[in-house]
């Protein structure tokens, strides 16, 4: 049963701390997004990456958050340094794409942080 | 334009009644309309989708209805049942921006079956 993984499920950290957020993608799909999930702003694309090159990164605030994807089995984001604005589910996704269409996104369990 | 109004914000249904939830867009370019289903703590995952060369798509309890002129689209949950309690996003996709199909999300429905 293949599917998206992500970690931690669950992270509280303090205010100025470095947080890094781990997706493994379902095998074989070449497309990975990041969401962010508030109750205020519901769902928001951060990042989006294909055959590990980010071709969107427009929804991310630059000074603080980065998005990487080491290989195609890893992707990544760090918030550095956080704030308490940043506490929400971030969700991965992965999907597969034979060009500019967009197929089916699997979204992973999510990562829910907590800035204090 | 690259919006995608989404209502109701929540919905309680009886047990065996019809749920309803409306999406609108305004990008002509949109060309794909997947709806998703999120149950709390987990992610998002697909429903059933529609493209605009039909007008209704039917999966077992789930029916989207699409009204291109009218720029919206439905879901009809026909049967309702407590284990359909969750939140539901209906999203949009089509045209390019940056060289891909971007996906916009509404802003979700939360759908609460009462028995």
């Known amino acids: 049963d293949a599917r998206v993984t992500q970690t931690p499920r669950h992270k509280v950290t303090e205010m100025g701390q470095e947080v890094t957020m781990r997706c493994q993608p379902i095998?074989?799909?070449?497309?990975v997004f990041w969401y962010r999930q508030t109750m205020m702003q519901g769902l928001e694309l951060l990042a989006y990456f294909r055959n590990r090159a980010p071709l969107d990164d427009s929804g991310m605030p630059k000074d603080r958050f980065s998005a990487e994807m080491p290989d195609a089995t890893l992707a990544t984001l760090k918030i550095q340094p956080s704030e308490p604005r940043d506490s929400a589910v971030y969700f991965c996704?992965?999907?597969?794409?034979?060009?500019?269409?967009?197929?089916?996104?699997?979204f992973g369990p999510g990562t829910r942080l907590t800035v204090l | 334009q690259q919006q995608v109004k989404q209502s109701p914000q929540s919905l309680i249904v009886q047990k065996g009644g019809i749920s309803i939830i409306n999406c609108a867009y305004e990008?002509?370019?949109?060309?794909?309309f997947p709806w998703y289903q999120q149950f709390p703590g987990k992610g998002p995952a697909l429903l059933i989708a529609i493209r605009p060369d039909v007008s209704e798509k039917k999966e077992g309890r789930f029916t989207i209805s699409f009204n291109k002129s009218a720029k919206q689209f439905s879901l009809h949950i026909m049967d309702s049942q407590p284990g359909d309690s969750a939140t539901y996003f209906c999203?949009?996709?089509?045209?390019?921006?940056?060289?891909?199909?971007?996906?916009?999300f509404g802003t979700g429905t939360k759908l609460q079956v009462i028995p």
């Open positions: 999203a949009a996709s089509g045209g390019l921006s940056g060289g891909y199909q971007k996906v916009t």
């Open positions: 095998l074989g799909h070449n497309t």
């Open positions: 990008n002509t370019a949109f060309d794909y």
């Open positions: 996704a992965s999907g597969l794409s034979s060009g500019i269409s967009t197929d089916t996104q699997y």
